[in-house]
């Protein structure tokens, strides 16, 4: 069984509204000695929402009575709580200092997923992407196209994976999940293959995103300036996007 | 940045109790290649039980009336409830086929980390290490003694975590996380850093264990037969336990 190797991408600009990334990366890349094929590309969050725009100034924002009651409860700025209460399908706990969202795309995470450290600007908070999916996939399209046009050959074994820092129940710490997936299966399921000794493996389904994203985070650290992370060694198989990784409302105990 | 290398170490034998855990994955190490210095080792909770002899028979237990009760209420069999009881602080979740508890060393897992797959025998059940960070503490100080002796030298660059498959809420699929750690620091704290924009960061404290246990779990796929992991490439400093990973319960919003 193969090794498995994470390369950092270093060096990648600040992401401005617009920007391509799928050159960026491949250059990050290239100075790193590595092509983008046979593997998962794990790319931060922040600038795949920096590239799409999901900037809003809190100067902007009128906060409605709602989010100034929240803000109040929960001892935050009532117009980043208007932002988050946009982003929110639904509030899962409060307290002071603690905002538990599940968000419009069916994530569970603190402020719905909205920052604002590592942001550019005064007062800016930076949304999650409006459709993570869409973006790996988007990202996963213009990365082969790219690949055809320069060398001719476009490898369908590269998966792309958009990660975000989630806390998490009942543990300290935060761990990096996937909230987009596109060319590889981010559930390996194994229900019915057999264990070692011949028996039904019971416990079969592994969050191979998640798992991917944890990986990538060992060296995302978060003010060391690495956005994104190439790992090879994994098998590239399947296809899926990361809303196969919500829990399904009627088997979730912990609403 | 240097890259991050997981190597697997392979065709070790099936665990007895009382078996010498170092000499096997040191040569296990060997045969990869590699000298266990310098990284961080994960090894799986499974082949840690075994050694432990942490094996019940389930065919010499008589459920208590408690355990038959809750055996009919989560449909599961009344002589393993009644040793998942035994390793039990408190039921967290209960449902048709699903029993979430708190174990007696404070992790949230499915049937208080008790599993009958990948073990010898029939109908035996294997539970968690008593104390999984004494466990890593024992099996770091056995690996150091054994370079010690076979090479005169001894590195205190030498991480130990010991991993089990938890599930988790809201999110489908299970992921690895640490319930043992010795050598270097579960929890990465970087509060009063500053961001790249010159800004204190906020979400700071990364769960460095729990993503190297994730990384390594993408290798542990359960039925191929691999129980241990060499991590190289991640900065190795500190010391603590898998205890630092427990949120304490007055910041606990899911109990």
Do not use: Y
């Given at each position: 069984?193969?090794?498995?190797?994470?390369?950092?991408?270093?060096?990648?600009?600040?992401?401005?509204?617009?920007?391509?990334?799928?050159?960026?990366?491949?250059?990050?890349?290239?100075?790193?000695?590595?092509?983008?094929?046979?593997?998962?590309?794990?790319?931060?969050?922040?600038?795949?929402?920096?590239?799409?725009?999901?900037?809003?100034?809190?100067?902007?924002?009128?906060?409605?009575?709602?989010?100034?009651?929240?803000?109040?409860?929960?001892?935050?700025?009532?117009?980043?709580?208007?932002?988050?209460?946009?982003?929110?399908?639904?509030?899962?706990?409060?307290?002071?200092?603690?905002?538990?969202?599940?968000?419009?795309?069916?994530?569970?995470?603190?402020?719905?997923?909205?920052?604002?450290?590592?942001?550019?600007?005064?007062?800016?908070?930076?949304?999650?992407?409006?459709?993570?999916?869409?973006?790996?996939?988007?990202?996963?399209e213009a990365l082969l196209a790219l690949q055809h046009a320069r060398r001719g050959v476009q490898s369908a074994r590269l998966g792309i994976l958009v990660s975000d820092t989630f806390g998490r129940p009942w543990r300290e710490g935060l761990v990096d999940v996937a909230i987009g997936c596109?060319?590889?299966?981010?559930?390996?399921?194994?229900?019915?293959?057999?264990?070692?000794?011949?028996?039904?493996?019971?416990?079969?389904?592994?969050?191979?995103?998640?798992?991917?994203?944890?990986?990538?985070?060992?060296?995302?650290?978060?003010?060391?300036?690495?956005?994104?992370?190439?790992?090879?060694?994994?098998?590239?198989?399947?296809?899926?996007?990361?809303?196969?990784?919500?829990?399904?409302?009627?088997?979730?105990?912990?609403?």
């Amino acid at each position: 069984m193969q090794p498995i190797v994470l390369t950092p991408l270093c060096d990648i600009p600040e992401i401005h509204p617009g920007d391509a990334l799928a050159p960026l990366l491949e250059a990050a890349a290239q100075r790193a000695q590595k092509t983008l094929s046979d593997g998962i590309l794990v790319v931060c969050q922040k600038i795949i929402s920096k590239q799409e725009g999901r900037l809003r100034s809190l100067k902007t924002i009128a906060p409605s009575e709602r989010a100034q009651i929240l803000a109040r409860e929960t001892n935050k700025d009532p117009r980043l709580l208007e932002i988050i209460l946009g982003e929110t399908a639904r509030i899962v706990r409060q307290a002071h200092n603690v905002l538990i969202c599940e968000t419009r795309h069916g994530f569970v995470c603190a402020n719905a997923g909205v920052d604002c450290s590592n942001v550019p600007g005064d007062e800016m908070a930076l949304l999650l992407p409006e459709d993570p999916d869409a973006s790996a996939r988007r990202l996963r399209e213009a990365l082969l196209a790219l690949q055809h046009a320069r060398r001719g050959v476009q490898s369908a074994r590269l998966g792309i994976l958009v990660s975000d820092t989630f806390g998490r129940p009942w543990r300290e710490g935060l761990v990096d999940v996937a909230i987009g997936c596109a060319g590889f299966a981010p559930i390996d399921d194994a229900r019915g293959h057999l264990d070692r000794e011949g028996r039904e493996l019971r416990v079969t389904q592994l969050a191979v995103a998640d798992q991917l994203a944890a990986a990538a985070g060992l060296l995302m650290q978060k003010a060391a300036g690495i956005p994104a992370v190439w790992i090879e060694g994994v098998p590239i198989h399947g296809d899926g996007t990361a809303q196969a990784l919500r829990r399904a409302k009627d088997l979730d105990l912990f609403r």
